[in-house]
């Protein structure tokens, strides 16, 4: 036990008589201190031993308060005769035989009377007071009341670190140190995690949680706990079959532990989780030949964890907006777990992952695997049965891996295959569209983001050969979308008329999945059909009519250079609309010319 000799300390101190000076405990904030002097000391069943937390005490007079509300006037034994006595005097009855004014009564003086003979104090280091006067005050326990006293801090973090170290000679007689018991504290942690697959997981591997938490250097055990309860927690939404795969369950738990103390101890910020895909300030500059700036920090904590992937620039156990969802806004949904791990392609057996995962754990396969897999690949690429452009980056860069230890490698021909392949898969129309979005994965099927191309979970460094590949397959994707405008044009109207929300929402910079925030495509529907689909709404119900022009007014004056060619198109609809109230009557077209000042023109 890392602590048994300050505990002895601690036992001698309570069982002499009083020496004239107190006993400092220190110790991180986290590491289990209050609870050890809670159990050595007994203090909460033994009368004879009273804890105070001067948490955030900022005068003489809270001082003496939170110790009368640590005494309980209502429990047994010394506090109970002045807490009765107290009532006594509230209520205005005779104390022998006089009546008493309670207003000339202090029942702070009355219960300090009745402090037992051994004081905890905890959260020094958290009390307002300056240290003179805390020490002034404590000081009239130790010295005039013969009393024991033992302090409870971190010294570190002491708000008047150095006025406490110069007056310390005088208050306290001993100081020591405790160390975070990370066995009892899992131990106890166990009862405040619900029974199931999540605790289990955790249970059968206390080495892993015992590494990482070590590995951290913040000896928070606060930090941990919180961080295990969460884990479990993810555990549980786990199907089964997915826990069997102990290495990746490893490798999950240490990086989601990591990035939940990381995270909750204030090492990293929200933008830094968002961040964990991005390449590494080192890595750009050693990429772009500069000096490497000093390092930010998730490269100090990934330096902490070396074997966590706190930086997902390659691959990743924990994908970045599932740990975001989980670690900073506190919850994913159950299928958001499952889908999330599952794309990582950590939790499935060789077997089951696909081909291009298996191509690129190459080394790993069984020689005759390998071989049927590369025989697999050739068919589907001969039937032109690969169409999803991320495969298609990845098969071709772990091909041009796996050339470089072949005595007929030869990169160019390698390129000139692939680029004659994306051009068949557009000429027969097999290749996919492009999808309006923010997200490049979104739109192109694949990221591509400061020196790498990322998909599926795993990412390289594409060399300029794979640059080219990558750009055309993007041209020919935009190419296709451009083919899709008609029928594309055709299901917007439909929304327009008849979902408008879903309408709006494609519109949405934070949508998921297909929008237009930053694509230019209103310019591509008839004038004359969005002018009699907002007319009917404003006949049926002028709010829904409202929001769409607003979202329009909005795309009206964007600055940005993407949805310019809308302009002249909100134009022509202004002139549309109008018309076509004409063909009512020359009042609602004063009507339709009050809405388009109000909701579609700029605000």
């Known amino acids: 036990m890392p602590n048994t000799a300050a505990k002895r300390v601690i036992e001698a101190y309570l069982s002499r008589e009083a020496l004239g000076s107190a006993l400092l405990v220190d110790a991180p904030w986290g590491s289990g201190k209050t609870h050890v002097i809670k159990q050595l000391t007994n203090c909460e069943a033994d009368p004879t031993r009273l804890y105070v937390t001067l948490y955030d005490v900022h005068s003489p007079e809270a001082f003496d308060w939170a110790l009368v509300r640590a005494m309980n006037p209502w429990s047994e034994g010394a506090a109970a005769s002045w807490g009765k006595r107290a009532k006594e005097l509230a209520s205005g009855m005779k104390v022998f035989g006089v009546q008493v004014d309670m207003t000339k009564v202090n029942l702070t003086e009355v219960a300090l009377r009745a402090l037992p003979d051994t004081l905890i104090f905890d959260d020094i280091e958290r009390c307002s007071l300056s240290h003179a006067q805390l020490s002034g005050l404590i000081n009239r326990f130790v010295e005039h009341q013969n009393k024991r006293v033992i302090l409870i801090a971190n010294t570190e973090k002491h708000r008047d670190k150095d006025a406490f170290d110069a007056a310390r000679e005088k208050l306290i007689g001993q100081t020591i140190a405790l160390h975070p018991e990370l066995d009892a504290a899992m131990t106890a942690v166990w009862g405040r995690i619900p029974a199931g697959q999540g605790r289990a997981a955790l249970q059968a591997r206390q080495k892993v949680v015992a590494k990482t938490f070590h590995d951290a250097g913040h000896n928070n055990l606060r930090l941990l706990l919180r961080a295990m309860r969460d884990a479990a927690v993810m555990l549980d939404a786990l199907e089964p079959e997915m826990l069997e795969f102990d290495q990746a369950v490893d490798h999950l738990i240490a990086t989601f532990l990591a990035l939940h103390m990381a995270y909750h101890g204030g090492r990293l910020s ?16 050693k990429v772009s030949n500069q000096d490497a700036p000093p390092p930010d920090a998730l490269e100090l904590v990934q330096k902490d964890h070396p074997s966590c992937n706190i930086e997902a620039g390659y691959s990743d156990i924990l994908p970045v907006q599932l740990g975001y969802g989980l670690i900073v806004e506190g919850y994913a949904s159950t299928s958001d777990i499952g889908d999330g791990l599952s794309s990582t392609h950590q939790f499935s057996k060789p077997s089951q992952q696909p081909d291009w995962v298996r191509l690129r754990n190459w080394y790993s396969e069984p020689l005759a695997d390998l071989e049927m897999i590369i ?42 295959k692939t680029y004659d392949y994306i051009c068949a898969l557009a000429k027969d129309g097999k290749i996919r569209t492009s999808v309006p979005s923010s997200d490049d994965m979104v739109k192109y099927g694949f990221g591509w983001e400061l020196g790498r191309i990322y998909y599926g979970g795993y990412a390289f460094e594409p060399s300029r050969r794979d640059k080219v590949l990558a750009r055309r397959l993007m041209a020919e994707m935009d190419k296709a979308f451009d083919r899709s405008l008609p029928s594309l044009c055709d299901r917007l109207l439909q929304e327009m008329r008849d979902a408008p929300d879903t309408f709006l929402e494609r519109f949405e910079y934070t949508a998921r999945g297909e929008n237009f925030s930053q694509a230019s495509v209103l310019h591509h529907l008839p004038v004359d059909k969005c002018a009699k689909i907002l007319i009917g709404h404003h006949d049926e119900n002028r709010d829904v009519a409202r929001m769409i022009a607003s979202v329009f007014a909005k795309r009206r004056v964007s600055h940005h250079s993407e949805l310019s060619d809308e302009h002249v198109w909100f134009d022509q609809l202004e002139t549309a609309l109008i018309d076509l109230a004409k063909e009512t009557s020359e009042l609602f077209a004063a009507q339709i010319r009050l809405f388009i000042r109000r909701d579609l023109t700029a605000p």
Do not use: N, Y
């Open 270 to 285: 929200k933008q830094d989780m968002l961040d964990r895909a991005r390449f590494s300030k080192s890595v750009i500059a």
């Open 375 to 416: 025989v697999r690949i050739k068919q589907r690429q001969a039937s032109f049965d690969i169409t999803e452009p991320g495969e298609i980056l990845q098969i071709h860069a772990t091909e041009s891996f796996i050339q470089q230890f072949q005595e007929v490698a030869d990169p160019k021909a390698h390129a000139r």
